[in-house]
């Protein structure tokens, strides 16, 4: 990977440059809370639902649920997506289960109470990068979802530890990149997703060796690109839902 220093972006960002955010909440109107997470092309629509009860396997644990569903819509991408039904998942149960484990990674569940939240993740458009920003917009929606079992008296306060966001980075062409777009993350030598929290921890690391490997100095400046993404990121969050610990 010996091309860095000459390797130039298809969209002109540089190498540690996110793709334009905008996290959008309150967008629709009978959820009990959403955001439209957009991170260049990519769009998804976050909306999260509230449940009285928790699962069977959940009972008398004296503790409540947050999970997630992920789909992406027939037109999202640039070939019709076949629709996807229950027992027929692959990749989108996959991408769920990380959603549902990032957002509970920053969420007290023994202060939730049995109730259960489900944050439903679908792609409008996707451009890359749809599994870290369903998990960046999702986390908005479950903070609108929360806050609003604290204001209706249901909660004494917001069970929340924290923030979490994702965003990917990888080689393309020998360069380190953040935020991959399609055309980028298509043709990556090794890609990766990082979840992290808003104080600076990780959550989880998925990364791939598409078409060639890295020593531990390249995973490193990976890491070091994704950690100042998601910092970036949770500043986002920050400014649209006003969240302080």
Sequence with gaps: MDNAATFQRPSGRAADELRAVTLTPAVMKNAAGSCLAEFGDTRVLCTASVEEGVPGWRKNAH?????????MLPAAGNRRTPREYRGRKGRSMEIERLIGRSLRAVTRLDRLGE??????????????GTRTASITGAWVALHAALWGLVEAGKLPRLP???QVAAISAGFVGGAALLDLDYPEDSHAEVDLNLVGTGDGRIVEVQGTGERATIDRAQLDELLDLGQAGVARLAELQRKVTGYRL
């Design 63 to 71: 503790a409540g649920w947050v999970t997630a569903e992920y789909a």
């Design 115 to 128: 109730i259960t939240i489900t944050l439903d993740c679908d792609v409008i458009q996707a451009d890359g």
């Design 160 to 162: 929340l530890t924290g």
